[in-house]
């Protein structure tokens, strides 16, 4: 099992910037990706940024919304996961997941909301 606990949302304005954090706990030795999806109000849950795990290439990927202002890293224990988000617009406003994935299973934080608004 894969505990996590993202922490780091809030209210910002138009933008500004936040960085997520997601920690990861419990059997996490064999995480091979990590990411970062987002839930608006009244909208399907959405992928934002994801990583593979440098044993399988270390690539990132990005929703096209957010290229080029949001920039996702993990640690080398695997252990963390995080979101810089830069130039927030109102538009980001959501719940935001940490999501991990290992031996074919998904992995689920609560989610951290972040709200863009002036």
């Known amino acids: 099992q894969v505990q996590l606990v993202e922490s780091g949302g809030g209210l910002v304005q138009p933008g500004g910037s936040l960085r997520l954090s997601c920690a990861a706990s419990?059997?996490?030795?064999?995480?091979?990706?990590m990411g970062w999806y987002r839930q608006a109000p009244g909208k399907e849950r959405e992928l934002v940024a994801r990583?593979?795990?440098?044993?399988?290439?270390?690539?990132?990927i990005y929703a096209d919304s957010v290229k080029g202002r949001f920039t996702i890293s993990r640690n080398n224990a695997r252990s963390a996961v995080y979101l810089q988000m830069n130039n927030l617009q109102p538009e980001d406003t959501a719940v935001y997941h940490c999501?991990?994935?290992?031996?074919?299973?998904?992995?689920w934080g609560k989610g951290t909301l972040v709200t863009v608004s002036s």
């Open positions: 999501n991990v994935m290992r031996d074919g299973m998904a992995y």
């Open positions: 990583i593979i795990d440098i044993v399988y290439g270390g690539s990132t």
């Open positions: 419990g059997t996490i030795n064999r995480i091979n990706v």
